[in-house]
C-alpha cells in the first residue's frame, strides 16, 4: 500500500523560502504522477504544481518562477522548493500521487504539513 508523507513546512517571513518533502512508501510504478496541492483557511484546495510519468512539470502561475518540483527516486522522496514566499502562499501543502490521467481523488495523498508566511 502506497503511504505518503510530508515534512518540512514551518513559519517564515515573506521573501523566505522552504523545502518540503513527501517521502513515498510503498511502491509507484512509472504510470503515476505526482504533485503538490494546497488548501488555505476557508479556500478550496488548489493544485500549484505537477509532474508528469515523463518527469515534466507543470506549475500554476501562482507559483511559477517561485517553486520547483523535483523527485530523488533513490531517496523515494518529492521535493518542493519555495522561494520568495508571500503571505498568500500560507496553506497546508499535500502531495499526492495518482495513475496519471486517472484523477488526484483516485489517487493518495499525505496528511499535509502547514506553511505559514508573514507579512
Not at 512508501?25 to 504510470?31: A, L, V
Not at 504522477?33 to 504544481?49: D, L, S, T
Request: net charge neutral.
Amino acid at each position: 500500500q502506497v503511504q505518503l508523507a510530508e515534512s518540512g513546512g514551518g513559519s517564515v517571513q515573506a521573501g523566505g523560502s522552504l523545502t518540503l518533502s513527501c517521502v513515498v512508501s510503498g511502491f509507484i510504478t512509472s504510470t503515476y504522477c505526482m504533485g503538490w496541492f494546497r488548501q488555505a483557511p476557508g479556500k478550496q484546495r488548489e493544485g500549484i504544481v505537477a509532474i508528469d510519468s515523463d518527469g515534466t512539470p507543470r506549475y500554476d502561475d501562482s507559483v511559477k518562477g517561485r517553486f520547483t518540483i523535483s523527485k530523488d527516486n533513490a531517496k523515494h522522496t518529492l521535493y518542493l522548493q519555495m522561494n520568495n514566499l508571500k503571505p498568500e502562499d500560507t496553506a497546508i501543502y499535500y502531495c499526492a500521487a495518482a495513475r496519471c490521467g486517472r484523477g488526484w481523488d483516485s489517487g493518495v495523498w499525505g496528511q499535509g504539513t502547514q506553511v505559514t508566511v508573514s507579512a
